[in-house]
């Protein structure tokens, strides 16, 4: 008989997980497939991609140096800012091209979840469907239909490159691994700061699957199947003080850069956020296991929340914790999984409330990999060992994949638009601001304003706080017209956010048509100290100071603006038009030819242009003979 090669089990096995990942990465792409067909949506597809002149300029020195200086939307993610700006190297601003960078990564996370898990526990059924269930459940669409959403598919990809990391450093502790992972780790947190909890998963992963955590009380590890590198839990989490410090310092620059979008205790007091955190946890928990009504908003209750309710949900998230603690030894999957999606959570259950949501399904993407644990290992382990119990449980998971990937491609479905997405949002939750505002938004993009105006006048019925809503109603009186009531919105919307860059841009517009150039100029400078990258404003501003003619200030404004934004089409024609105001022929073709090289369908820069090549040139300058 011939002798079989010592290593030909490890080989099998190792293309039998290749097999799989390769089964993941094909599956996450054929249900996410329709999602390329979507376009950008007017729900912060604008800050980070459609009308962020930074993101759409390409890798350059001057877009990467604003990527690491800025907390633009609220958050420090430098990462993130480069990913979108590759993504219009190389796509431009086709939507399918972003859609897709979104579904390969989610595809390449399903992939590398499963081969971490492999790596850390013999149980490939268990990792297979774990990573199933993180590929396919209709939770995630959120995170991968949603072109904003880069920042946790992104974030997630190097935190589990992080974690194949650590499974290596486990089994064999060297320096080198050690470094991989906090590399790793640091891009996670440059992408998103969803992940400063890693350092706390890898002690839970200490105790189980990898028993490393010795606790016993006298230097043993417990059993034959724990690690040889076996320590106690102050040696655990000294190992892991780097990964501490990289998490903190991240944190701190990300409650800095979100301190103006957090809601204040006056307006969401202490108690209030503990009871929706508690709800939410058990919401959460009822959406992985009956994935219907998935919505991109969900409303945050206020004072709706009845006190027992609240304590009954944080009662029972105590009773399930206790239980998974006392059967640690039992069933140490079960302690692991549980806190695994509680800890996960905790960075966004809502204690730090930002924004107005309740929840978000988003916010599931790393968090349900925990109750995924739970389930592959829990169900096997309650029930009686066998090959019939092994089929019925393939069966059932196949079942469920099934089942969810039906569910997600239905959701993908409502990501297809803007005003699908948010027809289907007030469908789900009911009406609410942000659904209502949404819509309008969509319709006002499609010049449908009288369509639009009911909506937003029942948001502003809702909350007569919201700058958003009365900013909207500028916009549609604006389009109608009616520059008055347009205005008169605008300094509403100013007034309950003194910082609101687009108000102040759409209201020295307004006031330039009224020919109030001077309050113009005033207004559109405030939007460029509330936002000096609003290119837009940056633009009406040069026009604001042409018409009021000021004509040196101008140039000297537009000119250094092209050296932030050389590729925004709109500032070389308001140079161009500042030019030729001052007689400069030749410099004012040079640059509304410019224009029209970087917008060859811009109708000012073409008339420029040709008023330019008609002009006298007797002595080189505009209106001379």
């Known amino acids: 008989m011939t002798p079989v090669p010592h290593d030909e089990p490890h080989r099998n096995m190792r293309q039998l997980d290749a097999l799989f990942s390769v089964l993941?990465?094909?599956?996450?792409?054929?249900?996410?497939?329709?999602?390329?067909?979507?376009?950008?949506?007017?729900?912060?597809?604008?800050?980070?991609?459609?009308?962020?002149?930074?993101?759409?300029?390409?890798?350059?020195?001057?877009?990467?140096?604003?990527?690491?200086?800025?907390?633009?939307?609220?958050?420090?993610?430098?990462?993130t800012w480069l990913s979108h700006m590759l993504d219009c190297e190389v796509f431009g601003m086709a939507p399918w091209g972003h859609h897709f960078t979104n579904i390969l990564l989610h595809a390449m996370n399903a992939a590398l979840l499963y081969l971490a898990l492999k790596s850390m526990t013999p149980k490939t059924g268990a990792s297979l469907f774990v990573a199933a269930f993180f590929a396919l459940h209709p939770a995630h669409v959120e995170s991968v239909a949603w072109v904003s959403e880069r920042k946790d598919v992104l974030s997630v990809f190097f935190g589990l490159l992080a974690l194949l990391a650590y499974a290596?450093?486990?089994?064999?502790?060297?320096?080198?691994?050690?470094?991989?992972?906090?590399?790793?780790?640091?891009?996670?947190?440059?992408?998103?700061?969803?992940?400063?909890?890693?350092?706390?998963?890898?002690?839970?992963?200490?105790?189980?699957?990898?028993?490393?955590?010795?606790?016993?009380?006298?230097?043993?590890?417990?059993?034959?199947?724990?690690?040889?590198?076996?320590?106690?839990?102050?040696?655990?989490?000294?190992?892991?003080?780097?990964?501490?410090?990289?998490?903190?310092?991240?944190?701190?620059?990300?409650?800095?850069?979100?301190?103006?979008?957090?809601?204040?205790?006056?307006?969401?007091?202490?108690?209030?956020?503990?009871?929706?955190?508690?709800?939410?946890?058990?919401?959460?928990?009822?959406?992985?296991?009956?994935?219907?009504?998935?919505?991109?908003?969900?409303?945050?209750?206020?004072?709706?929340?009845?006190?027992?309710?609240?304590?009954?949900?944080?009662?029972?998230?105590?009773?399930?914790t206790l239980a998974a603690i006392l059967l640690r030894r039992r069933s140490p999957f079960l302690l692991t999984g549980w806190l695994w999606f509680l800890i996960t959570l905790l960075p966004v259950i809502g204690i730090i409330q930002v924004g107005v949501q309740a929840m978000a399904d988003r916010y599931t993407y790393l968090p349900y990999i925990g109750l995924g644990i739970v389930g592959a290992w829990g169900v096997p382990h309650v029930l009686p060992k066998g090959f019939a119990t092994k089929v019925t449980l393939t069966l059932f998971a196949l079942a469920l994949a099934g089942f969810w990937s039906w569910r997600t491609v239905v959701q993908v479905g409502y990501w297809r638009d803007s005003e699908t997405l948010f027809r289907h949002s007030l469908a789900v939750t009911g009406e609410n601001e942000v659904a209502l505002n949404g819509l309008a938004n969509a319709l006002i993009a499609q010049a449908?304003?009288?369509?639009?105006?009911?909506?937003?006048?029942?948001?502003?019925?809702?909350?007569?706080?919201?700058?958003?809503?009365?900013?909207?109603?500028?916009?549609v009186y604006q389009g109608m017209g009616r520059s008055d009531s347009a205005i008169a919105y605008y300094q509403q919307a100013i007034q309950v956010n003194p910082g609101y860059?687009?108000?102040?841009?759409?209201?020295?517009?307004?006031?330039?048509?009224?020919?109030?150039?001077?309050?113009?100029?005033?207004?559109?400078?405030?939007?460029?100290?509330?936002?000096?990258?609003?290119?837009?404003?940056?633009?009406?501003?040069?026009?604001?100071?042409?018409?009021?003619?000021?004509?040196?200030?101008?140039?000297?404004?537009?000119?250094?603006?092209?050296?932030?934004?050389?590729?925004?089409?709109?500032?070389?024609?308001?140079?161009?038009?500042?030019?030729?105001?001052?007689?400069?022929?030749?410099?004012?073709?040079?640059?509304?030819?410019?224009?029209?090289?970087?917008?060859?369908?811009f109708p000012e820069a073409q008339r420029g242009l040709d008023a330019m090549n008609a002009a006298p040139r007797t002595h080189g300058s505009f209106g001379l003979q």
């Open 448 to 475: 449908r304003l009288e369509e639009a105006l009911p909506y937003l006048e029942r948001a502003a019925r809702m909350n007569a706080a919201n700058a958003e809503t009365f900013y909207n109603l500028g916009t």
């Open 24 to 79: 993941l990465l094909s599956c996450s792409l054929f249900v996410y497939a329709r999602a390329v067909q979507g376009d950008f949506v007017s729900y912060d597809d604008g800050v980070y991609v459609t009308e962020n002149a930074f993101v759409q300029s390409g890798l350059n020195a001057r877009s990467v140096a604003w990527a690491f200086t800025n907390g633009h939307s609220g958050n420090w993610q430098p990462l």
């Open 501 to 601: 860059s687009r108000a102040y841009n759409n209201l020295g517009v307004t006031l330039m048509g009224q020919n109030r150039h001077e309050e113009a100029a005033q207004a559109l400078l405030k939007a460029l100290e509330a936002d000096p990258a609003n290119v837009e404003a940056v633009g009406n501003y040069g026009a604001a100071l042409l018409s009021t003619g000021k004509l040196d200030e101008a140039e000297s404004h537009l000119r250094s603006a092209l050296e932030r934004f050389p590729e925004e089409a709109s500032l070389h024609n308001n140079l161009g038009a500042v030019l030729a105001a001052k007689g400069e022929v030749a410099g004012a073709r040079e640059a509304f030819a410019e224009a029209l090289r970087l917008d060859p369908g």
């Open 168 to 320: 290596a450093y486990a089994k064999k502790p060297r320096w080198t691994a050690y470094a991989v992972l906090v590399c790793f780790y640091a891009l996670s947190l440059l992408a998103k700061p969803m992940l400063v909890t890693l350092p706390v998963v890898l002690l839970l992963l200490d105790f189980w699957p990898l028993r490393r955590m010795r606790t016993d009380g006298h230097g043993r590890a417990r059993t034959d199947t724990d690690s040889k590198d076996s320590r106690g839990v102050l040696g655990l989490v000294v190992e892991k003080l780097p990964l501490f410090v990289l998490a903190g310092g991240v944190s701190l620059v990300t409650v800095f850069a979100q301190r103006n979008a957090m809601s204040s205790l006056e307006g969401l007091p202490l108690g209030m956020r503990l009871s929706n955190a508690a709800i939410a946890c058990w919401r959460y928990i009822y959406k992985a296991l009956w994935p219907f009504d998935l919505a991109v908003f969900y409303p945050h209750p206020r004072e709706t929340i009845p006190p027992a309710i609240a304590l009954t949900a944080a009662a029972a998230l105590m009773a399930v």
